[in-house]
């Protein structure tokens, strides 16, 4: 089974601030990897598929990177609504099992 | 527009059975794999189980595998999850999902609003 370990578990940072969010994979998952957005009481929003592409309309500001075992989110320039939980998702090759991390925080500082 | 929703939740003692709906609309809803997805309040996600477009083909978590069973019905644009032997680590809100249409990672990109199984005697 593919663990996904999520880093930081919070990060704090200022509106305005870069946040970079670290997704490490136990063995590689090519690029079969997703980020998700949740803010309290409400479900998960789809940002990135594909470990790159931005899901229908995400804004510019986020930005997905890596292949294998390591990925990174990016928010460029951290808004009031940004502040939120933000979890990765892999797929196992076959058969179509999907896998969380762990989630990392982002608060405001 | 675009819409899932969830029902059937609800209080259940161990070892007993609870069926979810989740009810698809504003998309051809047999065209994609579905999912269901559960998180324990203040927890982290966990995936539960997939189901293919003609539902011949079904994935599980193995902490539910021989307990839980996905279905749907493409007539009604509706999936199921059908739960037995219930456990109180089973309590959780429960999230039915679509896969995004042709991506690799399998992202889920319609969420329903979730509905709470609560499992205790």
């Known amino acids: 089974e593919i663990v996904l370990t999520q880093s930081p578990a919070t990060l704090s940072l200022s509106p305005g601030e870069r946040a970079t969010l670290s997704c490490r994979a136990s063995?590689?998952?090519?690029?079969?990897l997703a980020w998700y957005q949740q803010k309290p009481g409400q479900a998960p929003r789809l940002l990135i598929y594909?470990?790159?592409n931005r899901a229908t309309g995400i804004p510019a500001r986020f930005s997905g990177s890596g292949s294998g075992t390591d990925f990174t989110l990016t928010i460029s320039s951290l808004e009031p609504e940004d502040f939120a939980v933000y979890y990765c998702?892999?797929?196992?090759?076959?058969?179509?099992?999907?896998?969380f991390g762990g989630g990392t925080k982002v608060d405001i500082k | 527009e675009v819409q899932l929703v969830e029902s059937g939740g609800g209080l259940v003692q161990p070892g007993g059975s609870l069926r979810l709906s989740c009810a698809a609309s504003?998309?051809?809803?047999?065209?994609?794999?579905m999912s269901w997805v559960r998180q324990v309040p203040g927890k982290g996600l966990e995936w539960v189980a997939n189901?293919?477009?003609?539902?011949?083909?079904?994935y599980y978590v193995d902490s539910v595998k021989g307990r839980f069973t996905i279905s749907r019905d493409n007539t009604k644009n509706s999936l199921y999850l059908q739960m037995n032997s219930l456990r109180v680590e089973d309590t959780a809100v429960y999230y039915c999902?679509?896969?995004?249409?042709?991506?690799?990672?399998?992202?889920?990109?319609?969420w329903g609003q979730g509905t709470t199984v609560t499992v205790s005697s």
């Open positions: 999902a679509r896969v995004a249409s042709g991506v690799e990672s399998y992202g889920l990109d319609v």
């Open positions: 504003g998309f051809t809803f047999r065209s994609y794999w």
């Open positions: 189901i293919k477009q003609d539902g011949s083909e079904k």
């Open positions: 063995q590689s998952v090519s690029s079969y």
């Open positions: 594909d470990a790159s």
């Open positions: 998702q892999q797929r196992s090759t076959w058969p179509p099992r999907l896998t």
